[in-house]
């Protein structure tokens, strides 16, 4: 070999075995940091049992349905400081809802969870103080209007800008 010719790179099986330990390793590393990342902000838990609560499914689906067709309004909103909801009749008027609790929480993970009782305002609308940080939340409203099942509504609000 002359001083200015080198000898052509070769393939062996280090450098296979190289590509391969990249590769996989790669593979499991995102893996780990991702199931590591759902179990800590995830609690796993949706309902206590679900046996007992598919048992109640139908008629709450049937209860859901019954309200629906009665043409009512739910109108939830939160200005910052406070959590409004009104629930108007299919004639424009507000309904009376007794009991009535907002269970407010991430779509993900339990920090920031909070249970509140709403309280008239006099006008027909319900509110609470209630500081939420930015950011998307779920409600998940209950109360009871005088002749009817327990009226429930679900609502995601986003708070500020962020997501």
């Not at 070769?10 to 996989?24: A, D, E, I, N, S």
């Not at 780990?32 to 309902?47: D, E, I, P, Q």
């Not at 939340?137 to 500020?160: F, I, K, M």
């Amino acid at each position: 070999m002359s001083a200015g010719t080198r000898k052509p790179m070769q393939f062996t099986g280090w450098h296979m075995l190289g590509v391969m330990v990249l590769f996989f390793g790669t593979i499991v590393g995102v893996n780990l940091f991702m199931a590591t990342s759902a179990f800590r902000t995830w609690t796993g838990l949706v309902v206590q049992n679900s046996y007992v609560a598919s048992q109640g499914f139908n008629e709450r689906l049937a209860a859901q349905r019954e309200i629906e067709a009665l043409g009512w309004t739910p109108d939830l909103t939160y200005d910052g400081e406070t959590l409004r909801f009104t629930l108007t009749a299919g004639t424009g008027l507000p309904l009376d809802i007794a009991g009535l609790t907002a269970d407010i929480h991430r779509p993900v993970g339990v920090r920031g969870e909070q249970i509140v009782t709403l309280k008239t305002d006099g006008r027909g609308g319900y509110v609470v103080p209630v500081e939420l940080a930015d950011g998307v939340w779920n409600v998940q409203l209950r109360g009871e209007v005088p002749g009817y099942p327990e009226y429930e509504h679900y609502a995601r609000l986003t708070v500020g800008g962020g997501a």
